[in-house]
């Protein structure tokens, strides 16, 4: 028994080595798509994707039980919003969701001189809904198209070409479950032999996308630090994109952009790649994303300077900010390289003759010697919200930190206050707080417009400016300065001290290990995510919303939702809810950048 089982093993074995390429293990996206190719994006596998998806703290809380009876009802509108949509292509709203069961790709690359157009789509067991829905779109197509098969090697390429005009065509096949549509005729054809497996040899050899060098860099940067695989990858060529887009139009003119190309240095950005991980151990999400930059930089790449620097809030961040970010920049190298490329074009001299001498007639203010040679390189954005809570109650404020802030304010800030007033603007001293503060008092304002928006439901910008300790600070609102200089009088917590940011330190640290970061983020998403919670329960914005859903299905169905179900407490979102952090790196590559949320246990 044993020998005959084995027998009928290696009978199988050979069965199988004999096969038809049908059974052979298909090209994946970037073992298909030409090495040319402009722009990608991919999903790795649509049900690892919908799986990680419902691990994230947002699915699961969505899926609390006191916000699940908003999100059915919301679903279930959607569903009849969508109802018409079975009538068109025979699958309803779920069945169409559900046709995705694998690898999902789109790509578009330059053939014949001409933009091609691939998307490829897994459907596997859902093949037959997808067949349905091909079905009827080609009974649409058929009313100016024509419909013709072709056979190429063992795949069946349906072709549709339009009456009117030979140059509209798609094709598409169908093998393993799997759906790949192409905008061209001849491209399609090519594809078709590169699925089989029929790629030629020597230098007629077809080239994919996985044999790329720059595609292959730029997503070896784009990996998880655990090795895991990103649910979702992009990739762009941008130059090579501009250079197919001149080319492919024939337009004369365009020769000239491209040999600008080399000496403003833009040749040197080689690719942009980035990536999705989500659900891992520690993270929520994950995102890279990397510039791909030659070596060694110039023109206009050798203008982006970042530096390391300190990143740690400064002693007036306060603790319940919505988001936190700075960054430490060589600004001197910046403005002295725009100026070398100013003075390529423009002659010797230029940049100091026309833009900054110039400037100076204007405003009286020198800005190498008084602006740009005041600046350190750190720069810090803030964000608060104004309440009570409206559309724009988001508001930010910016600190840049200077070499000698007693000078900037006795020299400089006077000559600002002078350019104001020519504008018919007063800055007015702001009493209380911490450094000298103005606020922009526009006079002879006229009045509101009839049909300007009430200030319950938009706020009215109040900007204010001034310097504190060695940070020179603007804000459009009034309520940024109050906070900064309740924080450094100790009357509200650090942001350097909370757990929050303290977590997400620990983090960028981690995944830093032995570089250096010149820009880091940090979010809290619940304060973003509380000033619409609470404007939704506001009952004279539900009114607003009734009014406004009068003739739009959609903010109907989100209005009936929140007139039937009462919006839970806010803690019971905000348990979802971790803060987010991002950073960015160099190195000889390029930049990095890598953003980040914390797995909510």
Known sequence: MMKKTILLLCGLMGLISFAPSAIAARPTAPQLFPADTLTYIRVDDSRDFKEKMSQTSTARMLADPGLKPIVDDLYGSAIQLTARMQDAIGVNLEELLAIP??????????????????AMLEAGDELPALELILARAEEQLAQRSDRTEEKVGDLTLVIWKDRQRADREIAYFIDQGVFVAISQVSAAKKLCDVWQGKVGEGSEKYKTLAENRKFLTVMSQCVGSEGERPQISFYWDPLATVRAIITNSGNTAGTAVLALLSPLGIDGIQSIGASMIMSTKEFDSIIHAHLQLASPRKGVLEVVRPKSGSTVPEPWVPDDVGSYSTLNWEVQNTVNGIEKIFDTFQGEGAFKTSVLDRAKERTEIDFRSEIIEQITGRVTIIQGFVKPFRVNSGTNLFAVQLKDPTKFKDEVMPKFMKLMERGNVVPTRKSGGNGEFY?????????????????????????????????????????????????????????????????????????????????????KPQESLRVFYEMAKDPANKERLREAAANNPVLQALSGALEKHELPPFDVIEKYLSPTGAFVTEDETGLHYTAFSMKKE
Do not use: H, W
Request: glycine share 4%; aromatic share 8%; hydrophobic share 35%.
């Open 101 to 118: 069961n694998g690898e999902m790709a789109f790509a578009v690359y330059s053939n014949e001189r001409k933009p091609v157009i691939v």
């Open 439 to 523: 606020v922009m008092e526009r006079t002879g304002e006229s009045p509101q417009r009839e049909n300007a928006p009430s200030p319950d439901v938009v706020r009215r910008p109040r900007v204010c400016f001034g310097v504190m300790e060695d940070y020179f600070i603007v804000s459009d609102d009034t309520y940024m300065i109050d906070e900064i200089s309740a924080a450094k009088d100790g009357r509200r917590g650090l942001l350097s001290a909370s757990e929050e940011y303290e977590l997400i330190s620990a983090k960028v640290k981690e995944q830093l290990k032995d570089k250096e970061t010149s820009i880091l983020l940090f979010s």
